[in-house]
């Protein structure tokens, strides 16, 4: 695929895919255009083992972008990054097509892998702010993870995850797609469990004070017994 048809893409996929563009324009200062452009090329230098050269355009994309991809990741069409200061995407990362990431995500190793270290993303993944893939596994298409989760296992299609360490809080067969990308509305396993303590407790309470009546009321009639 030549230089003009990359430039074409990138840019339509900032385009169309974030509300903030007012000007066709304002996609050139984009980081996410920027060091998906330098990626392409330094991924082709990669694939032909010229390792230097590729690492150097992406340590220099780094620099300038916030942004660093691992020359030898392996990236489908239309990656959206938005923002994307510090992202970081590993060497044996594999990224499907039409995936957003948000800024401070990580796909990374966990340091005990050799080989395939680092996650696969396939189509249609939605990663929030803050969120890290760590390990050699995949998140099944569709998929969201949720700001500041730390996913470390395998997520089946059509999941929401969240928490740390991440886990599946949500799987139906409503198909998520990335023009669905909604960081706010997921749900929130430790306020349920909070909520269902208080309840539980509540209960608890309740009970305590109807048996202390019952007890006052059997004392009361003993008395009058006595009597």
């Known amino acids: 695929m030549g230089f ?13 895919r974030d509300p903030a563009i007012h000007s066709p324009w304002e ?12 990626y392409r090329r330094a991924h ?8 230097f050269l590729a ?5 220099r994309a780094a620099r300038k972008t916030g942004i ?34 948000y800024q401070g995500v990580t796909l990374g190793g966990t340091g005990k892998e050799t080989g395939k270290r680092h996650p696969t993303l396939c189509d249609n993944v939605m990663v929030s702010a803050g969120a890290k893939i760590l390990g050699s596994f995949t998140i099944g298409e569709n998929s969201k993870i949720g700001a500041g989760s730390v996913v470390l296992r395998e997520v089946p299609p059509n999941c929401t995850v969240v928490g740390v360490p991440g886990r599946v809080v ?10 669905t990308m909604d ?13 269902t303590l208080k309840r539980e407790n509540t209960e ?18 003993k008395k009058d017994e006595v009597l």
């Open 68 to 101: 660093e991809i691992h020359p030898g990741a392996t990236i489908g069409k239309g990656l959206f990054i938005d923002h994307g200061s510090g992202v970081i995407i590993g060497e044996t990362a594999v990224i499907g097509d039409n995936v957003t990431l």
């Open 44 to 51: 082709k230098l990669y694939l032909k083992k010229h390792y």
């Open 170 to 179: 949500k799987r139906n067969d409503v198909r998520v797609t990335w023009n």
């Open 204 to 221: 608890l309470v309740n009970r305590v004070l109807e048996l202390e009546r019952e007890l006052r009321f059997l004392k009361k009639e």
């Open 4 to 16: 003009l048809k990359y430039f074409k893409e990138e840019f339509q996929v900032i385009q169309e």
């Open 27 to 38: 996609v050139l200062l984009y980081p996410s255009f920027r060091v998906m452009l330098k």
């Open 183 to 195: 960081q706010v509305h997921l749900p929130d396993p430790v306020f349920d469990d909070i909520e």
């Open 55 to 59: 690492r150097w355009i992406s340590q």
